[in-house]
Nanobody, 117 residues
């Protein structure tokens, strides 16, 4: 069984910053894809940022230049540093870990990020 535990969400004013963390534990393949998605009310869950195959990083266009994904070497832990936050960044943020073409696909419980004055 694989478990993802997220932390770091909260309420922040526009222009502020937050850092999300996600730690995965369990029987995890050494070759995997790990990243962040978000789901705003009434909208679908979309990719925010992820480490994809061959170590490349993929960002949603809406967060490029503002968000940075990073990972802790040797551990299944990823971070999402969010800066210059906007109201439209308000959503529940989910950590995702998957491998084998999505045959193994795991989600965290989600953490709320609210950007409001």
């Amino acid at each position: 069984q694989v478990t993802l535990v997220e932390s770091g969400g909260g309420l922040v004013q526009p222009g502020g910053s937050l850092r999300l963390s996600c730690a995965a534990s369990g029987s995890i393949s050494g070759v995997n894809i790990m990243g962040w998605y978000r789901e705003a009310p009434g909208k679908q869950r979309d990719l925010v940022a992820a480490f994809v195959s061959d170590g490349r990083i993929r960002y949603a266009d809406s967060v490029k230049g503002r968000f940075t994904i990073s990972k802790e070497n040797g551990k299944n832990t990823v971070f999402l540093q969010m800066t210059s936050l906007k109201s439209e960044d308000t959503a529940v943020y989910y950590c995702n870990l998957n491998w084998a073409g999505g045959s193994y696909n795991y989600w965290g419980q989600g953490t709320q990020v609210t950007v409001s004055s």
